[in-house]
């Protein structure tokens, strides 16, 4: 399910409801993940490294005020594949520091502190600074997260989607769209809680699941959901126990320890990209049903397995459209 066109039109609608009072007060003075940032006006253009801020600004209204966007797992959401389709895309994967540079941008919105942080794969925010150029890490990268571990990072605390609600809100008021950021924080809560009551009246107390993300090789231990991330919050919040124990985003676990929990449901995540072979569900479903360990799983057996979009289970304003596919899917799964 993917978010509802009607949104930016909600979002779009809201700024003419909301009092004057929303407009941003200038300077405009913020922490972000440790860096304090202070803005005199809103910026003229900014380049993401990160899909996640991207739809996040494009949802906020301000594809026009995006040159050139980079880091991308899966095809951008429907309601806005005409404005991106005009925008410069740098890369799939990692920009180089100087493809952003070469765009000028007032602001730089960042998703991971991987590529724009303390030992940024693409620069530091220090790299940016130097030139006068402020950037932004999405707050649900940093906030309960210790990123000084492995490229993933480990939670330190359950992820919470007032993470991605504080970086709408923070983006609309550095851009002073503040009424559209609130208008669609709005949204996007009242969907969550609805999830979440929907799921609440099934009968799930020994429902189990496994998110399976990708593996480096098709053959071997997968890259799986730890218990303190966007999908170990669905689970939480829907219910359903999470197999997996570790704290790490995005652990490697063996298929013999997963056969051995046998979860009740497998969820899988669809993407474009294609850097490992099990980045394609449909052999992701092959090595499920012809595994010998794999094969003899309850959910194998039932076809108790759910297609997530792969953003869907990052930090994003996506992971919302996933709490509804999944509560929409539990009825059926779930264990009579």
């Not at 480990?154 to 950021?181: C, H, K, N, P």
């Not at 999830?195 to 609440?200: D, G, H, T, V, Y």
Request: include cysteine.
């Amino acid at each position: 399910m993917f978010m509802k066109t009607a949104l930016t039109g909600l979002v779009l609608a809201g700024a003419s409801v909301l009092p004057a009072s929303a407009e941003t007060a200038w300077p405009l003075k913020l922490s972000n993940c440790g860096v304090d940032l202070s803005f005199d006006k809103a910026p003229e253009s900014v380049v993401t490294v990160g899909q996640a801020t991207t739809e996040i600004l494009y949802s906020l209204g301000l594809a026009d005020k995006v040159p050139a966007t980079s880091v991308w797992f899966t095809e951008v959401l429907p309601q806005f594949k005409n404005a991106n389709a005009s925008i410069e895309r740098l890369a799939d994967n990692d920009p180089s520091f100087e493809s952003i540079l070469a765009k000028r941008p007032g602001l730089v919105t960042v998703q991971y502190e991987w590529h724009v942080g303390p030992q940024g794969v693409v620069a530091t925010r220090e790299q940016f600074s130097d030139l006068s150029i402020p950037t932004y890490v999405l707050p649900s990268d940093c906030i309960g997260k210790d990123n000084s571990k492995g490229s993933d990072g480990t939670r330190i605390g359950m992820y919470a989607m007032d993470s991605i609600y504080q970086g709408i809100s923070e983006l609309g008021r550095i851009f002073d769209v503040a009424d559209r950021g609130e208008a669609l924080v709005a949204d996007l809560k009242t969907r969550e809680a609805a999830a979440i009551e929907k799921a609440e009246g099934l009968d799930l107390k020994d429902a189990s699941a496994v998110f399976w993300f990708s593996s480096a090789e098709m053959d071997i231990d997968p890259y799986v959901a730890g218990r303190k991330g966007p999908p170990g919050y669905m689970m939480q919040a829907l219910g359903l126990k999470n197999i997996v124990e570790s704290d790490e985003e995005w652990p490697v676990v063996s298929w013999e320890s997963i056969a051995r929990a046998n979860p009740s449901i497998i969820v899988l995540a669809r993407m474009e990209r294609r850097r490992f072979e099990a980045d394609d569900y449909e052999k992701k479903i092959a090595f499920l049903k012809s595994d010998p360990v794999t094969s003899q799983m309850d959910a194998v057996k039932n076809d108790h397995i759910i297609m997530l979009d792969a953003h869907a289970m990052d930090p994003s304003i996506r992971n919302i459209d996933a709490l509804e596919t999944l509560a929409e899917a539990l009825p059926k799964l779930s264990p009579k």
